[in-house]
């Protein structure tokens, strides 16, 4: 093995160039074109479900009732997310770019599924209207507006991480940026599940939404992105003063 000094060159160094930009935003436009056509597809089959589930003449302000002893609702949404782990998977080379990828394409899933209610259904009419948004692993309620914001978050917190991905300084999450994050996601979830039994046994009426603990989970949440994002340019910086000394 040649080293530094035996014929007067330098070692052999991994290529430290930075990924091009460009490739950055490709990746996430061929994601992005797939969540949409996910989101809308979606959308076409809860039309179609929800006109066997809920029959014209049905409460709305009722929640639905399972479609027969399979819980295909389970079965549906576990296979939404499998889907959306598997591309995450093959788009991206590191677990970073994995998880910021598997987010970004929740988010716009999420937002495409309800803009393909509003408009294949008319529904929802208002977007503080409720909903049941998620069965895993309890039913999860909430007016509708709650999961697009939170999506928003998702979409634009992975846009900037991925922004700074690239060979010459990987973005770095810290253990106190996570540990900001995921209490912040499990307070958004306790906001959708705490009056869960209660919308099962009596319907919307009389329920309303804690946008205080909304509000709780999005501070904590956006505080761990700025922590992230912070640390990285600290750390971008850091290593580029080291390249300028040596």
Known sequence: MTTAGQDGSAPPTKDTSPVPTYHIWKRLLGVFLFACAMGLLEAICVVYLRRLIVPAGTDPTLPATPLGSLHIEHIREACTLVMLLAVAW??????????????????????TYYAGLKWFAHWPASWLEWDCLFLIPKPWYGPVLAPVLISSYFMLGC????????????????????????PGFLIWY?????????????????????????ACGLILAGLGLWLATRMGGRASLALKSGCVCA
Not at 90 to 111: E, L, P
Not at 162 to 179: F, V
Not at 207 to 212: G, K, M, N, Q
């Open 90 to 111: 093959m788009t991206a080379s590191n677990w970073r770019s994995r998880t910021a990828h598997f987010f970004f394409m929740f988010g716009v899933w999420d937002i």
């Open 159 to 182: 846009c900037l991480l991925l922004a700074r991905e690239n060979l010459e300084t990987k973005q770095r999450l810290s253990l106190p940026a996570l540990a900001l994050q995921l």
């Open 190 to 214: 306790w906001s959708f599940v705490k009056d869960s039994d209660l919308i099962q046994a009596h319907g919307y009426a009389g329920i309303s939404y804690s946008w205080s603990l909304f």
